[in-house]
């Protein structure tokens, strides 16, 4: 029986090394792709002593030559690829509004979140084609929804991160302008939102674990030809209560509002931690 293979980028950490977790227990040779070799092969011993066959693959999202040689260095070892997850995402400049924002920073954030998953599926194609039925998902998140933006009941509404927010919403049509063209190879392309996920990337703040981050990122990469493709979609928070908008006392900034959690002097607070200042953000 023919082997199964991933590979994942950002997989040193978090939801990317929790995805590569879940889909090792279903069976596939995982592959982590990863910028810090260090991190990596650390990574995939974690995984190993787990029972997952997992190796550290060096791959820099933002490098066309890098990406180029983590494609040659896999096709040594497979001549398929059955599921490809582009999860390498970053956030940077704080919450600077969107007037604020430097667009070094902004570029920076388009070159990982945005043009790394262009470069890394390009470059994986050829694997992913001769694997007959592919599955390719891209790493996204609500704050990419320009419906959610524009909807003053959304949890996301008060979140206005420029380079962030419109690098997912790029990702949300790259995902579809993929899907478009390889149907016709039976290889399916769809969108995951994590929710909000405590990670490195919000300083661990989301209530949602990396297990329950990444379920929707293994499901989507596990699915049937009867599904579809072409989506974006997203589990239901695991908490007693769903989000709510609020208004702060005195602030007519909207805000982002999760159980446990309360506003104190312009924060909002959870067991003594700031929590920030103008809004809490998902992945």
Not at 103 to 117: H, K, L, M, Q, S
Not at 240 to 258: C, E, I, K, Q, Y
């Amino acid at each position: 029986m023919r082997e199964k293979t991933a590979l994942v980028t950002g997989a040193n950490k978090g939801i990317g090394l929790e995805i590569a977790r879940q889909l090792g227990g279903k069976g596939f040779r995982l592959w982590l792709g990863c910028r810090d070799p260090g991190r990596g092969e650390r990574a995939a011993i974690e995984l190993r002593k787990a029972g997952v066959d997992a190796r550290a693959l060096l791959l820099d999202v933002t490098s066309d030559a890098s990406v180029a040689k983590a494609a040659s260095t896999f096709g040594e070892a497979s001549n398929h690829l059955d599921v490809l997850v582009n999860n390498a995402g970053i956030d940077i400049g704080g919450f600077a509004l969107p007037r604020e924002q430097r667009v070094d920073d902004i570029r920076a954030i388009y070159e990982v979140n945005t043009f790394g998953p262009i470069r890394v599926t390009q470059a994986f194609l050829p694997f992913l084609e001769k694997a007959g039925s592919a599955r390719i998902v891209m790493m996204s998140s609500s704050l990419g929804s320009i419906t959610s933006a524009l909807d003053p009941t959304s949890e996301t509404y008060g979140v206005n991160r420029l380079g962030y927010n419109s690098s997912k919403s790029a990702l949300n049509m790259i995902t579809v302008l993929f899907a478009k063209t390889l149907a016709a190879h039976g290889i399916k392309v769809n969108a995951a939102n994590p929710g909000y996920t405590g990670t490195d990337l919000n300083e661990h703040h989301g209530p949602r674990t990396v297990e329950e981050g990444a379920a929707i990122a293994v499901r989507l990469a596990t699915i049937g030809p009867a599904c579809p493709t072409a989506g974006f979609f997203r589990r239901p928070l695991q908490q007693p209560s769903p989000p709510r908008v609020v208004t702060a006392p005195g602030d007519r900034r909207l805000l982002v509002r999760f159980p446990g959690m309360r506003y104190r002097g312009g924060t909002f607070v959870r067991d003594g931690r700031f929590h920030g200042s103008r809004s809490l953000w998902h992945r």
